[in-house]
């Protein structure tokens, strides 16, 4: 059974930083295969995309609004994905969420989430 776990979570000031951790289970293929994402969701608005990174080549793409902030970062050898954020803004408060997916194939897995607050 796939498994992804977020942790990490909390309450931060504004300018203050976070690490979001993703430790994947039961996957049927190699880690490495699987691009794993990271997604937000705020209150009140749809999920939305926040950054991926694929496993082949460690290649990461972000969303505008967190470029030069967050950074996504995966450990293959611990089954492990990262999302370090810093200068954190209130903007930023949300349910952190953790996917993973195979290109080309139609599985799709996800974490329960994690909360972020950013508030001072």
């Known amino acids: 059974q796939v498994q992804l776990v977020e942790s990490g979570g909390g309450l931060v000031q504004p300018g203050g930083s976070l690490r979001l951790s993703c430790a994947a289970s039961?996957?049927?293929?190699?880690?490495?295969?699987?691009?794993l994402s990271w997604f937000r969701q705020a209150p009140g608005k749809e999920r939305e995309w926040v950054a991926h990174?694929?496993?082949?080549?460690?290649?990461?793409n972000y969303v505008d609004s967190v470029t030069g902030r967050f950074t996504i970062s995966r450990d293959n050898a611990k089954n492990m994905v990262y999302l370090q954020m810093n200068n954190l803004k209130p903007e930023d408060t949300a349910v952190y969420y953790c996917?993973?997916?195979?290109?080309?194939?139609?599985?799709?897995?996800w974490g329960q989430g994690t909360q972020v607050t950013v508030s001072s």
């Open positions: 996917r993973g997916y195979v290109p080309g194939r139609t599985s799709t897995y």
């Open positions: 990174i694929r496993g082949a080549t460690d290649s990461a």
């Open positions: 039961g996957f049927t293929l190699s880690f490495s295969s699987y691009v």
